[in-house]
């Protein structure tokens, strides 16, 4: 079952809808039945598709019409009135926007379909995701654009550094290290960061944190490898001045609300304004540190099963005590893709050089570890994710976003 597929993509849409009316309901594997509760005041945020994606179920002039423009169309036109009323607006969050004439597409885009709806100008909200360095670099010009359609700006470390690869990685260029280690701390994560709340500020706009993914302690109370980092990246976010953050498991929200709490005493920080003089070329600072074996399986784990489980209809995969999105199987591929073709790409405590025939290897072994003893129908989808992330980190070219 492909998630892209227009069907699929309708179903969502559905489901959003149903959400937002308190009629969405599932029973999960317990035979519980769940449901959203009628009296909830959270606000609801849609992630429209990126502009590069397009929808084929939908034509003008012959050609698919772009996947960010279908999907505001059918929000807005059964949802938006209703946000209105029910939260005041319709938010959305934003990614791949790399430049303020994105941001202008946008702008022009909601204030068209307020006129269509008759809404009041600025119903629609956006957050902006810095996923990427030339996004990073026009921040302040993206936040302008959005004008009265601004709500804030948000970081993606994965995609950020996904986006560092891709722009910078060559056979002789050194390489980044374990997937592990390219955390918040590192130097141009934290000058996006630190930029991120200072333009927000200055703007009246909020400024989000970066999503964590880590998995809350099992039912036993033990804790997962990385619990005791989400929490000090949580607080240093409150301290530095972030309005607030992003987790992606609902076992996150109360810790990180403990530690915004603590140090955020009103509902936001923008009287907080950061005057940090940062430079452009901290922005691009490589990490550094350790290549391990553990590591690079890790990596192929993720981006096996993600597209095994893509076939069965889920986007999300639970390997290594944590959630790996699509900006996690993006950053995975792209490091075993510069580690395979780099002359840097040894592992540091083996030697081990890191080249196609032990790249394929590791794929095949991993695979069959994974899927080995699974369903006919699960083994045929793990032969294609073998050669497809075969092929991809063999390529001397750019890998393409394997989740479509």
Request: contains cysteine; charged residues 25%; glycine residues 6%.
């Amino acid at each position: 079952m492909n998630p892209t597929d227009p069907a699929n993509v309708l179903r969502a849409h559905k489901n959003l809808e149903g959400a937002i009316d308190s009629h969405l309901h599932y029973v999960d594997e317990k035979g519980d039945r769940i449901r959203v509760s009628p009296t909830s005041t959270t606000r609801i945020f849609m992630v429209p598709r990126p502009l590069h994606v397009t929808e084929s179920s939908v034509r003008s002039g012959g050609e698919a019409v772009p996947a960010s423009f279908f999907d505001l169309a059918v929000y807005a036109n059964y949802n938006a009135l209703k946000l209105r009323v029910r939260q005041a607006g319709a938010y959305l969050y934003l990614r791949g926007v790399h430049s303020h004439q994105e941001a202008r597409l946008w702008r022009t885009l909601f204030e068209y379909v307020e006129e269509h709806l008759s809404l009041p100008r600025g119903t629609f909200r956006a957050t902006v995701i810095m996923d990427s360095l030339s996004a990073a670099l026009e921040a302040d010009e993206i936040l302008f654009e959005l004008s009265h359609h601004s709500a804030g700006l948000s970081l993606d470390p994965q995609a950020y550094a996904a986006d560092h690869i891709a722009l910078f990685s060559t056979p002789q260029t050194p390489v980044m290290p374990d997937r592990e280690r390219i955390g918040l701390n590192e130097e141009f994560l934290r000058a996006v960061s630190l930029m991120t709340i200072a333009v927000c500020h200055k703007r009246q706009a909020h400024a989000i944190g970066a999503p964590s993914f880590i998995l809350p302690p099992d039912e036993k109370g033990k804790t997962r490898s990385g619990w005791l980092d989400m929490i000090a990246d949580k607080e240093r976010e409150a301290i530095d001045g972030h309005d607030g953050t992003i987790v992606g498991h609902p076992g996150l929200v109360n810790p990180a609300m403990m530690e915004f709490n603590k140090s955020m005493p009103k509902s936001h920080q923008m009287y907080f304004e950061r005057s940090d003089d940062i430079p452009v070329a901290r922005f691009v600072k490589r990490p550094e540190g350790p290549l391990t074996t553990d590591s690079v399986m890790g990596a192929v784990r993720t981006v096996l099963g993600a597209l095994v489980h893509r076939e069965q209809g889920r986007v999300v995969v639970e390997q290594g005590g944590r959630l790996h999105d699509r900006s996690s199987v993006r950053l995975s591929t792209l490091l075993l893709w510069s580690w395979t073709r780099s002359t840097h790409g040894v592992v540091t405590d083996t030697g081990l050089e890191i080249h196609d025939e032990v790249i394929s290897y590791l794929i095949k072994k991993e695979a069959t570890k994974l899927f080995g003893k699974s369903d006919p129908a699960v083994k045929e989808a793990s032969n294609r994710a073998v050669a497809t992330l075969t092929a991809v980190v063999h390529s001397n070219e750019l890998p393409a976003d394997l989740l479509g």
